[in-house]
């Protein structure tokens, strides 16, 4: 585990970008939520999209990839989804049922990731099936914010 946090690990552009996501958070959290402006939030959230598509890029072609990259680029993905489907909870009711379901899965694939990097002594990276799963949920998402009268609004 100490080759996991060695400077040249952590200090990278694709962990910049990151933790980039994890800071536009807030910024969506607020546009939507607070200002209601949901334009401006998909707008954020594109943004953030479009740094998870080139911190990975940056990662694979110029020899960036690191344990600790494979570990916070997910964290920025699960956070971020997480912040979304709390924010769509505001309009729709039967969200609950879906953020139970996230988190549940959620808490199941880190608990068997942690297992697997103790057991082996590495972090796995994200898979195809895994980086398809978060384009669905995002545009899923970005539809609901778009169209509202797709679901039942409180």
Same mark, same amino acid.
């Given at each position: 585990?100490?080759?996991?946090?060695?400077?040249?690990?952590?200090?990278?552009?694709?962990?910049?970008?990151?933790?980039?996501?994890?800071?536009?958070?807030?910024?969506?959290?607020?546009?939507?939520?607070?200002?209601?402006? *949901?334009?401006?939030?998909?707008?954020?959230?594109?943004?953030?999209?479009?740094?998870?598509?080139?911190?990975?890029?940056?990662?694979?072609?110029?020899?960036?990839?690191?344990?600790?990259?494979?570990?916070?680029?997910?964290?920025?993905?699960?956070?971020?989804?997480?912040?979304?489907?709390?924010?769509?909870?505001?309009? *729709?009711?039967?969200?609950?049922?879906?953020?139970?379901?996230?988190?549940?899965?959620?808490?199941?694939?880190?608990?068997?990731?942690?297992?697997?990097?103790?057991?082996?002594?590495?972090?796995?990276?994200?898979?195809?099936?895994?980086?398809?799963?978060?384009?669905?949920? *995002?545009?899923?998402?970005?539809?609901?914010?778009?169209?509202?009268?797709?679901?039942?609004?409180?």
């Amino acid at each position: 585990m100490r080759r996991f946090f060695q400077k040249n690990q952590i200090l990278t552009v694709p962990n910049l970008l990151s933790v980039i996501r994890i800071a536009l958070i807030p910024l969506i959290v607020w546009l939507y939520s607070v200002e209601k402006n *949901y334009y401006g939030a998909i707008a954020v959230i594109a943004l953030s999209a479009a740094t998870d598509i080139i911190d990975g890029f940056i990662a694979r072609h110029f020899n960036m990839i690191s344990d600790f990259g494979k570990a916070l680029d997910p964290l920025a993905d699960k956070l971020t989804q997480a912040a979304l489907l709390i924010c769509l909870l505001s309009r *729709y009711e039967l969200m609950w049922g879906l953020i139970v379901i996230f988190g549940l899965c959620e808490i199941t694939k880190f608990t068997l990731a942690m297992i697997i990097a103790k057991r082996l002594d590495e972090v796995n990276g994200a898979k195809w099936y895994g980086k398809a799963n978060t384009v669905m949920i *995002y545009a899923t998402i970005m539809a609901f914010m778009l169209f509202p009268q797709m679901m039942f609004e409180k």
